[in-house]
C-alpha cells in the first residue's frame, strides 16, 4: 500500500500505537492534576517498566496534558555522568514561560527567574574563567541568597518552593518531567527526593513526573529510604492482545484501510505486544501489503525487513556500546535463558562462562551503568531490552 500514507510511519497518525491501553494512566494523571491544584497532598509519579513500552512517548501525552490545563512545564532527559542542574534549569525556565503568559505581575516573575538563574548558575566551576562559564540565557539578574548554596539538596528544595508558588499564583502548578532517571547521580537523586518531600509537606502545587527502568525504585529508595512514600510507581508493560490489536486498527482504520484476523495474529506474536515492535513490524508489513487489506502472507514478507530495521537501530545501538567483556556476559545470559525475556541467575552466568562471580562484577556492574540490564531481583539479571536475547542468539548463528 502507499508508503506515503503509512500510519505506522514515526510522527504519523493522531495518536502512537504507544498510547494503545494507557487510558488508566491517563485518567490518573487527570486525578493527580485536581487534587494537587486543590493545594490536596499528592505523590510524585514515577512510570517503571523496560525499553520499547512506550514511556518516553507517555511521559510527552502526560505533558500535553498538563498545559492543556494552563500547568507551566518542562521536560529533562536524565544523562549518566553528568549533572541534573544545568537541563533542570532549561526545563524549570520553560515552565515558567509557560506561566508568565497567564501571570498578572510580571514582577513577581522576574523575581523567581532571577533565584532560577542564581540556581543555574552554580552548575559553572568557582574556578572557571569568564569566557568558559555558562550563561543560562535569563534576561534578569540572579537573586543572592536563595537557591544558590552549592548544595544542590538546598538549592533543589528552595527552587521548587518558589517556582511551585508561581504556579499556585495562577491558579494552577507546575510538572517537572524527568525522563531516564536511573540514570541520576548520587546526589541529584537525594535532592530530587528531598525536595519531593518538602513540596508533599506543604502541598506546593509542583509534580515531578519521571520514568526509568523497573530498578529506578532501588536507586530511589538506596538514596532515601522514605522515598517510596513520595513516589507513585506505575509499570508500564506490553499490550495485552486487544489492546494490541487497537494498536494496529485504529491507525489503519484512519487510513480507511483493513487487516484481516490471520494478520493480527501474525503481528502479535512477532511483536510480543511490545508497543516499539508493533509499530516497527506494522509499518513494514504496511510497506509490503501490494493490496488492500493487510494479510497475514504481508506480515511474513515483512518480518525480515521489520527485523533488520530493528537489528541496526533498537538492537544494534545497544549492542555497540557493550565492550567484549560486557558482550561475552551478555550473550551468556541469552544462552542461560535460551533467547526468552526472563532473568538469569548471576551465579549461572559465571557457571556457564567458568568464571568465578567476583571476576564478572566489573563487566556486570557496566552493564548496569550503561543501562543494558538491570537486577530484577537480588542475584538476578535481566535484560532492560525485549527480545535482546533473541537478538543475541540469532547474531550468533550468523
Known sequence: MDPVRNPFAPGAGQRPPELAGRQ???QAFEVVLERVARGRPERSLVLIGLRGVGKTVLLSELRSMAMRRGWGTGKVEARPDAELRRPLSAALHRAIRDLAVRHRAPDRV??????LKAFALR???????LRDRWQPGIDVSATQGRADSGDIEIDLVE???DVAELGADVGTGVVVLLDEMQDLGDEDVSALCAACHELSQSGAPLVVVGAGLPHVPTVLSASKSYSERLFRYTRIDKLDRDDADLAVLAPIEREEAGIDHDALDALFEVSGGYPYFIQAYG???WDAAPADPITAEDVRVAAPEAEAELAVG???????????AEREYLRAMAEITEGKDEPAQSSDVAVYLGRKPSSLSPARDSLLKKGLVYSAERGQIAFTVPHFGHYLLTRAEE
Do not use: Q
Not at 522576574?110 to 533565584?115: C, F, K, Q, R, S
Not at 533498537?314 to 567484549?324: H, L, M, N, V
Open 159 to 161: 527552587l521548587f518552593t
Open 123 to 129: 552548575s559553572n566551576r568557582a574556578d572557571a574563567k
Open 314 to 324: 533498537f538492537f544494534g545501538s545497544r549492542y555497540e556500546r557493550a565492550t567484549p
Open 24 to 26: 488508566r494512566e491517563l
Open 283 to 285: 509499518k513494514a508489513a
Open 110 to 115: 522576574d523575581e523567581v527567574l532571577g533565584v
